[in-house]
């Protein structure tokens, strides 16, 4: 079964910096994609970034040059930093992942409520 588990997620000021993590368990045969999502209140899911295997990245025009995101293949393990946070960034940030098991498929995980505030 596989498993993706975020971390890193709490209560920060505005204008302060946050890295998120996500890290993959479970029977995997390879991980393609990984990304992040966020749903602020009362809105629906938004794409943040997502990374490839090889590296190569893509960012939401409004994340571009203020999010990164990162991964460690040996580790299943990707990673958001945050820059620069304010009040609008407070959302419920979530990981995903194309994963091979005995077929391609995405996988979401729970969750990490991240808030700004002061």
């Known amino acids: 079964q596989v498993q993706l588990e975020e971390s890193g997620g709490g209560l920060v000021q505005p204008g302060e910096s946050l890295t998120l993590s996500c890290v993959v368990s479970g029977s995997v045969g390879a991980i393609d994609t990984m990304g992040w999502y966020r749903q602020r209140p009362e809105q629906g899911r938004e794409l943040i970034a997502e990374?490839?295997?090889?590296?190569?990245?893509f960012y939401a025009d409004s994340q571009r040059g203020r999010s990164t995101i990162s991964r460690v293949n040996a580790k299943r393990t990707v990673y958001l930093e945050m820059k620069n946070l304010t009040r609008e960034d407070t959302a419920v940030y979530f990981c995903?992942?194309?994963?091979?098991?005995?077929?391609?498929?995405?996988?979401w995980g729970q969750g990490t409520q991240v808030t700004v505030s002061s």
């Open positions: 995903v992942a194309r994963v091979l098991t005995q077929r391609w498929k995405g996988y």
């Open positions: 990374i490839s295997r090889d590296g190569s990245t």
